[in-house]
């Protein structure tokens, strides 16, 4: 429904229609189902399994972990936005269809593994290139996810998806801080959005 009203009421913007029919078509009821999340256990397990066996892999993870970002930014990321003495990085989001701007924090946790692939990266280049190392061509977040299939769901046989780090993350922050801080951090412009679809 979606997808077809935005197609109607271009048509409906240019006069090739008089009224857009999708907006009478009821919304169909579905059940939310609750998204699967790592146990500390599988945690721990991908963890050990990744840093020994493919470090580039790892390290990302541990900086998205972290960082309340999505995959399509810090895969846009570079060099210059990052700003560790201050422990910040610059990514754009999309708010309301309106491409900005905005500060997201580098934690304590992490700050040597951003230190690390900053120092390795030059002026103008992508932090997260080919092999996630940094070079001067953005990648697919794509790959991520097929990492993902590849290394954790089929030799670790884990059936949570990559996206499930994002909603541990933000709710670690919420418990520890606040709902207001979860949702800051990653960029949500209402904590209704946090707390609907992320915090679990």
């Excluded at 299939?149 to 949570?160: G, P, S």
């Excluded at 709710?171 to 606040?178: A, G, P």
């Amino acid at each position: 429904k979606s997808y077809l009203s935005l197609l109607f009421k271009e048509l409906l913007n240019v006069e090739t229609i008089e009224s857009n029919p999708v907006r009478d078509i009821e919304k169909k009821t579905t059940i939310k189902t609750m998204r699967e999340v790592l146990t500390q256990e599988e945690r721990k397990k991908i963890n050990k399994y990744l840093m020994e066996n493919y470090f580039n892999f790892w390290r990302f993870l541990q900086i998205f972990f972290h960082s309340g970002a999505r995959e399509t930014e810090l895969m846009k990321l570079k060099k210059e936005k990052v700003f560790i003495n201050d422990q910040y990085y610059i990514v754009t989001v999309m708010k309301r269809g309106q491409p900005t701007e905005v500060k997201k924090p580098i934690k304590d946790s992490v700050k040597k593994l951003w230190e690390e692939i900053s120092n390795e990266a030059k002026v103008g280049q992508f932090l997260f290139s080919k092999n996630l190392c940094p070079g001067d061509d953005s990648i697919s977040p794509r790959q991520i996810t097929r990492r993902w299939k590849t290394h954790v769901k089929d030799k670790l046989k884990i059936t949570a998806d990559f996206y499930s780090l994002k909603h541990l993350n933000l709710d670690e922050v919420s418990e520890i801080l606040s709902i207001e801080a979860a949702s800051k951090m990653a960029s949500h412009l209402s904590t209704k959005t946090t707390e609907g679809s992320y915090t679990i």
